[in-house]
């Protein structure tokens, strides 16, 4: 889904089922319109799809070194679940979950 702010659009949000009844939610924001609410909103908006579209659960994968990334989903809710670990890229992963119950 694209995200927009009045003519402009800013970013795009992607929704994926990753197992039966969770999804994945992927915000991203151009650059220049970052530090703006937009993600947080799109997040948001994105749980109420989610929802309505019957999943129960969000579930995320998220860099450790992600620092924006990590803010945003706290500041939704998400709690982190299990420990890091190493990915097939070599990167450091948390998953951070919410439930939409």
Request: charged letters at 25%.
């Amino acid at each position: 889904f694209a995200i927009v702010d009045g003519d402009k659009i800013v970013g795009r949000v992607s929704l994926y089922e990753c197992r039966e009844k969770t999804i994945h939610i992927g915000p991203e924001i151009f650059p220049e319109f970052r530090r703006k609410g937009f993600a947080k909103k799109a997040m948001i908006m994105a749980c109420v799809i989610a929802k309505e579209k019957g999943y129960l659960l969000v579930s995320q994968r998220i860099r450790v070194d992600n620092v924006a990334s990590i803010a945003l989903h706290t500041s939704l809710g998400f709690k982190m679940c299990g420990e890091a670990f190493i990915n097939s890229k070599g990167n450091k992963i948390c998953v951070y979950e919410q439930s939409l119950s």
